[in-house]
């Protein structure tokens, strides 16, 4: 059974920093992308940034400049790194893994940015 399980979340102060890991077990396969998803309370589920085979990497507008994705899809290992955090950023942090057939999700992990 497939299982992404992600770490690093917690409380920190506006400008401060955090960075989320994900690995996952159980697979037989590479994931071709992975990423970080977040919804906030009240709000949709939104995408935060992706990694490709190969290393190509994406990140929302919002966060540009300030979270970093970074990983291994050939390990299947993601992380992300979160500088100048705002209180707006404030949410559950989903992992997310495809392998080509179906998605794939992460438990979440509470980030709160709070003075």
């Known amino acids: 059974q497939v299982q992404l399980v992600e770490s690093g979340g917690g409380f920190v102060q506006p400008g401060g920093s955090l960075r989320l890991s994900c690995s996952a077990s159980?697979?037989?396969?590479?994931?071709?992308?992975m990423g970080w998803y977040r919804q906030a309370p009240g709000k949709q589920r939104e995408l935060v940034a992706t990694?490709?085979?190969?290393?190509?990497?994406k990140h929302v507008e919002s966060v540009k400049g300030r979270f970093t994705i970074s990983g291994d899809t050939a390990k299947n290992t993601v992380y992300l790194q979160m500088d100048s955090l705002k209180p707006e950023d404030t949410a559950v942090y989903y992992c997310w893994g495809n392998g080509g057939v179906r998605d794939y999700w992460g438990q979440g992990t509470q980030v709160t940015v709070s003075s």
């Open positions: 159980g697979t037989r396969f590479n994931f071709a992308v």
């Open positions: 990694i490709i085979t190969g290393g190509a990497t």
